[in-house]
C-alpha cells in the first residue's frame, strides 16, 4: 500500500502496482526505466505541474447526507459520535485499577536488582558526581549576570545531555 500527500491533500491511495495505471488515467505517463515511486514524488513536489487538484479529487471524503447531519450520528469522516454512556463504557472497557501493594512491590524489586549491579551502580553515581562537579566549575557564578543566558541554556542542555546519555549506558 502507498499513501501519497501533497500539500496537505492524499494524491493516491493504492496498491503500488496500479500506481502506473492511475497516474496514466489523468494524464501523466512514467518514463520509462523510471522509479514510479520518485515520480509520484516528483508530480508531489510540482516538477511535472500542478496535478494535486486532479489526483486528489478520487480521494475526498463525500459530504454527509443532509438527514445525517442534522441527526448528528456521524462525523465528517464517518466516524460516529459517541454519547456519554458510550464514552464512559469505552472508558472502563480500557481502564484498570492498580493496586498500590503491588506497585510498590514491583518497585522495591526495580531497584533492589538495580543495587545488586556492583559495577555499574557505582559507576553510575560516580559518574553523575564527576559530570555535577565539572558543571558547578564550568558555570560557577554565570547566573548572575543577564548577558550570559546562552550560558544558562548551554548548562540546561549539557545537564540534559547527560541525564539521557547516562540512562542509556548498558546496565552490566
Not at 20 to 39: E, I, K, M, S, V
Not at 79 to 106: C, H, P, W
Amino acid at each position: 500500500m502507498l499513501y501519497m500527500v501533497s500539500a496537505g491533500r492524499c494524491i493516491y491511495n493504492g496498491k503500488v502496482d496500479s500506481l502506473l495505471g492511475f497516474l496514466t488515467r489523468h494524464g501523466l505517463q512514467c518514463p520509462q526505466f523510471h522509479n514510479p515511486a520518485d515520480y509520484i514524488s516528483e508530480v508531489a513536489s510540482g516538477d511535472y505541474g500542478d496535478y494535486r487538484d486532479i489526483l486528489s479529487r478520487e480521494f475526498e471524503l463525500p459530504m454527509p447526507d443532509s438527514s445525517e447531519a442534522t441527526k448528528g450520528t456521524k462525523t465528517k469522516y464517518g466516524g460516529l459520535i459517541m454519547t456519554s454512556e458510550q464514552k464512559a463504557d469505552a472508558n472502563r472497557m480500557y481502564s484498570f485499577k492498580v493496586n498500590q501493594f503491588i506497585s510498590s512491590r514491583f518497585s522495591l524489586r526495580c531497584w533492589l536488582s538495580v543495587f545488586r549491579n556492583k559495577v555499574a551502580t557505582p559507576l553510575r553515581i560516580v559518574a553523575y558526581v564527576g559530570f555535577a562537579l565539572m558543571l558547578v566549575i564550568l558555570y560557577y557564578d554565570i547566573g548572575n549576570k543577564a548577558s550570559t543566558v546562552t550560558h544558562n541554556a548551554t548548562m540546561f542542555f549539557s545537564m540534559c545531555c547527560i541525564c539521557v546519555f547516562q540512562t542509556i549506558l548498558p546496565p552490566s
